[in-house]
């Protein structure tokens, strides 16, 4: 069965930093896309980042750029989400999602095949 399975959420003030994993098991991410998606309380689920299989090449969203970071350890079959300069309106669900390859542009979420099942991160004071 294609799993992957999210941590490292939590509460973090404001200015502070968050890193969350997305382990797989079951499968090898080494060729997967992995992306993470963030889902704000009342709100759709959308993407942040992205990281290709292959070449590591990066799609970021507008809203997290100079802040979080994407890396990957196909050796760990995990990949990470590096959360800098945390903001009261990054809280939300953070999930990881995997398709074969190559990162789409627009990180449409019907594209990805494989979910986690969401780790809780809330900024607040």
């Known amino acids: 069965q294609l799993q992957l399975v999210e941590s490292g959420g939590g509460l973090v003030q404001p200015g502070g930093s968050l890193r969350l994993s997305c382990a797989a098991s079951?499968?090898?991410?080494?060729?997967?896309?992995i992306g993470w998606f963030h889902q704000a309380p009342g709100k759709e689920r959308e993407g942040v980042l992205c990281?290709?299989?292959?070449?590591?090449?990066?799609v970021y969203a507008n809203s997290v750029k100079g802040r979080f970071t994407i890396s990957r350890d196909n050796a760990k079959n995990t990949v990470y989400l590096q959360m800098n300069s945390l903001k009261p309106e990054d809280t939300g669900v953070y999930y990881c999602?995997?398709?074969?390859?190559?990162?789409?542009?627009?990180?449409?979420?019907?594209?990805?095949?494989?979910w986690g099942q969401g780790t809780q991160v809330t900024v607040s004071s």
């Open positions: 990281i290709n299989s292959a070449d590591f090449r990066e």
């Open positions: 999602a995997g398709r074969e390859h190559y990162c789409p542009n627009s990180l449409p979420q019907f594209s990805f095949d494989v």
């Open positions: 079951g499968f090898t991410l080494e060729n997967y896309a």
